[in-house]
């Protein structure tokens, strides 16, 4: 059962609940704070609660029912669609017991900014819509610097009405780009991913190849990018992150991993023939394994370069 509760008006702003506070989650919600939201917010890691809370002023909710009860607007920046659908409608989709929904007003809206499945979401929106919640799925692109400056691509799937409504929420958190109808934030967010993660791993083969050749690394990345092989792993990742040999650029491999596999769903379902996403998803998945990825969040996608490591030398 919903609870009532009074609709947002211009001079009233929305109550935000937040539920996941990670490296994204955290400088998002900060932005929000500071935007003059009131935020209602929960993550299983106390840690970053109470880290938010001090940051923002926002109350921490004893439970995601009582987050669902206290917000107009939910937010979720959770790991995977899965866990999203859990924590929006509850173990059996029935918006009951220990979920966002069996506290959400209807007219409520929940906004998934996650890099979830598209498939998933257009399962869980009809869900939703039935308890009378709209939603939004809205991943975003810029890692976690443009977080923290609120610079972010927004990719919004939805009804364009509701997201004109929700302008001043996006607002200080980056520049929105409706993609189309529920799922098709998503989609495109795991697509775009791909393209980012064969060129990192384009740009690192090269490197190394060149490297043994003789070539100075960082000649290599400065003529890239003098270049057509140009893209934002050899702009923003290669000297910062894998030439400095820190690898700490904040996104999780096993997350691109996931947005990967994600991408090649939306090409199998979409019937869509592909000669080169199978093999990437492979190579990530091998490097997910290998390198422990899974088990250790702290391990960042660029770190594929020292996946290339245990591959040996060529011909082993």
Not at 144 to 172: E, N
Not at 298 to 316: C, P, S, V
Request: hydrophobic letters at 45%; aromatic letters at 2%; a neutral charge.
């Amino acid at each position: 059962m919903t609870t009532a509760q009074p609709s947002p008006t211009a001079s009233s702003p929305p109550t935000i609940g937040v539920v996941g506070l990670g490296n994204m989650g955290q400088p998002m919600s900060a932005r929000l704070a500071d935007a003059g939201f009131r935020l209602v917010v929960h993550d299983l890691d106390a840690a970053r609660v109470r880290a938010v809370v001090e940051r923002t002023g926002a109350q921490a909710a004893s439970s995601l029912a009582q987050l669902g009860t206290a917000c107009d607007v939910v937010i979720t920046l959770l790991p995977d669609g899965a866990i999203v659908r859990k924590v929006l409608v509850g173990e059996r989709g029935d918006g009951r017991g220990e979920c966002v929904a069996a506290g959400l007003r209807a007219g409520a809206v929940a906004i998934d900014m996650s890099s979830s499945s598209p498939v998933g979401t257009r399962t869980l929106e009809p869900l939703l819509a039935a308890r009378g919640i709209r939603m939004l799925d809205a991943p975003v692109s810029g890692g976690v610097r443009r977080a923290g400056d609120g610079t972010l691509a927004i990719m919004v799937g939805g009804d364009a009405d509701l997201l004109a409504t929700m302008a001043p929420v996006f607002a200080p958190l980056g520049k929105t780009i409706r993609a189309g109808g529920i799922g098709a934030g998503h989609a495109i967010k795991a697509l775009n991913n791909y393209v980012s993660a064969a060129g990192l791993l384009a740009a690192c083969e090269a490197v190394r190849a060149g490297a043994r050749f003789g070539l100075e690394p960082s000649t290599i990345v400065d003529v890239l990018n003098a270049s057509t092989g140009v893209n934002n792993s050899t702009q923003n990742k290669l000297k910062p992150f894998v030439l400095s040999g820190t690898y700490a650029d904040g996104f999780g491999l096993a997350l691109m991993a996931k947005d990967l596999r994600t991408a090649l769903e939306v090409a199998e379902v979409s019937g869509t023939p592909t000669a080169l996403a199978a093999t990437v998803v492979q190579v990530w998945n091998d490097a997910e394994q290998r390198l422990g990825a899974r088990a250790d969040p702290a391990i960042n996608h660029t770190a594929i370069d020292r996946y290339l490591d245990l591959l040996g030398d060529a011909g082993d």
